[in-house]
C-alpha cells in the first residue's frame, strides 16, 4: 500500500506543477477563453487538454516500457529522463513564453469545437512532449515498472490537472488582472528550478546506482 500512496503524492505533485506552474500557451488560452466565451466552453477546453495530455502519456509509457527491464535500462531511463528534466527546466527559466494568439475564429463554435482546441493547443505545444518522456521515464525507473503504482501516479496526476484548469476557467474573470506575461514569465522560472532540481536527482542517483554496480577495476 504504501507504494500506491508514494505514486499518489508523486502524481499529486506532477499535477500541480504541471497545471500551476507550467503555464504557457494552454494557461494563457484557457483563462482568455473561459473570460470570453464563459465557464462551459473554458471546461471543454480543459478536457481538449486533459485528451492530448493522456494521448502524451500513453505514447510515452508504451515507448518506453519497450525497453527491457534490466539494471542498464533503469540507469538509462533514470538518466535520461533526469537529463531532460534539467533541460526542461532551463528551457522554462530562459525562454519568455509567448501569450498564444486566440482569435475570435478559434474561441467561438460548439463545445466540441473547443474540446478540439484545446486538444491542440496542447498537443502543438512541444514543451508537454518533453515534459511527458521526462516524466514518464523518471516514474518508472522510481516505481521499478510497476504498471499499477505508474497508472495511479498518472490518474492522480490527471485528475489534479483538471480539477485546477476546472478552477482556472471558474475564477477566469477574477484572475485575468493577475494573469500577466510577467506573472507566467516568474512562475516559469519558479517551475523550471523545481525541475532542474528534481532532474539532478535522478540523474545524480542513476550515476551513482551505475557506479555502485560497475565499479571501476
Known sequence: MSGIWN?????AGAGLLLAILIG????FALI????EKGFLIGL????????SDSSYFVLSFLGISQLKNTRLA???????????LIGFGLRLIIKKEKPVDINEKVIQGSLFKSLVNGFLINTLNPAALLFWIATVSAVTVQFSGNKHQIFAFFIVC???VFGTDVLKAFLAG???NIVTPKFILWLHRLSGGILMAIGIEKLGAAIMNYFKFH???
Open 7 to 11: 505514486a499518489i503524492i508523486a502524481g
Open 24 to 27: 504557457g500557451p494552454v494557461f
Open 32 to 35: 482568455k477563453i473561459s473570460i
Open 44 to 51: 471543454f477546453f480543459a478536457i481538449g487538454v486533459i485528451i
Open 74 to 84: 533503469e540507469e538509462l531511463l533514470g538518466a535520461g529522463g533526469g537529463a531532460f
Open 158 to 160: 490527471m485528475s489534479t
Open 174 to 176: 477574477k484572475v485575468k
Open 215 to 217: 565499479p571501476f577495476g
